[in-house]
């Protein structure tokens, strides 16, 4: 015989009790309130490096790893970061970074110009010095224009520091670069080790935030070793064969400059750099005399000099650009095509 059950309702509903408990899951994060200041000094195979209390008796180095909650941003050499858990300092001890301060700025290359993924370089740095040597090996404007696009872009002041003066006069490099307004000081090494222009290059330094960045076998280091005694950044020579340099750094670094006047960021010397994050119109903007010129040009205009009616041509002639002249505006186009240019190894 079969027996025939009744209709059934929601009554009939069995759920299986939480076992991890009915409290729903919330995304809302704590406010880490006591949370401890801290820079980002060094970033070595997932560990940060930071210093506490910066600029108090109290200062020490706290080794740290990334909090969950802040997924996959990036945490760069001079970020102001939040702190919790051990922050002591002591051997074998880990604290957490649970929060990125805001940042004043924030330099960035890419890989290729065809590559618009980000490669974050330093943080909350005001002044970009672009290292680079007039001879041994040879200066190559190119990647010096694109650094200045890079640091135009992102509202950082720069500097050239001009090295191996004794092999080269600096004059004929310079004069790309009159137009731009860049900042410079020359520099070489003399018989008896002492580096002539330091002095200059340290009153630049005094009281900011830099970051300095070039080619392999610069002299990035040296000028580093002198700046910060007892760094001992490793040093190399050029490759006879390449003309291009060696890599001695293998990761960026900040260094508090003598009587905490400063902070200064090493880099790694690079071989490449990528403008694929960079929009053309960026670099318009940080051309504060050309930028209202240009909205006259017709819709689509490149700026270059190939452009077909570019009002830039026409108004610089005029002299309605102000001090802006033709030395301006090539300089300008000249960063341009840099950033049009698909080949940042070449650079």
Do not use: Q
């Amino acid at each position: 015989m079969i027996r025939r059950g009744r209709d059934l309702d929601e009554s009939d509903v069995r759920i299986r009790p939480n076992p991890r408990g009915s409290r729903p899951r919330t995304k809302e994060r704590p406010a880490h309130k006591d949370a401890v200041p801290a820079r980002v000094v060094a970033v070595d195979r997932g560990r940060w490096r930071t210093v506490v209390d910066a600029g108090g008796a109290d200062e020490r180095e706290v080794t740290a790893m990334r909090a969950r909650e802040l997924g996959r941003s990036p945490v760069v050499p001079g970020d102001v970061v939040a702190l919790t858990g051990d922050t002591s300092g002591a051997k074998d001890t880990l604290a957490r970074i649970v929060r990125i301060e805001e940042r004043s700025s924030f330099l960035r290359r890419s890989a290729d110009d065809d590559d618009s993924t980000e490669r974050p370089l330093v943080a909350n740095v005001d002044l970009v010095v672009i290292v680079t040597a007039l001879a041994d090996p040879e200066p190559r404007p190119g990647m010096v224009d694109r650094c200045l696009v890079a640091a135009y872009v992102a509202g950082i002041d720069t500097l050239l520091a001009l090295t191996k003066a004794d092999l080269r006069e600096p004059d004929e490099f310079l004069r790309d670069y009159a137009p731009l307004g860049v900042d410079h000081v020359v520099t070489h090494v003399d018989p008896d080790g002492t580096i002539a222009g330091l002095d200059e290059l340290r009153a630049r330094l005094e009281g900011r935030i830099s970051v300095l960045i070039g080619h392999s076998g610069v002299g990035k280091s040296t000028l580093l070793n002198a700046l910060v005694p007892g760094t001992d950044r490793a040093t190399g020579a050029v490759n006879d064969v390449t003309g291009r340099g060696r890599h001695t750094s293998s990761s960026a670094l900040a260094l508090r400059l003598p009587d905490r006047s400063g902070w200064v960021i090493d880099t790694p010397g690079v071989r490449s750099f990528g403008l694929g994050h960079v929009d053309p119109d960026e670099l318009m903007d940080a051309f504060e005399d050309l930028a209202p010129l240009a909205e006259e040009c017709p819709r689509g205009c490149t700026h270059l000099a190939d452009a077909p009616d570019c009002a830039l041509d026409e108004a610089v002639a005029e002299g309605r650009a102000g001090t802006a002249g033709p030395s301006r505006l090539a300089s300008y186009r000249r960063l341009a095509e840099a950033l049009r240019r698909n080949d940042p190894w070449e650079a």
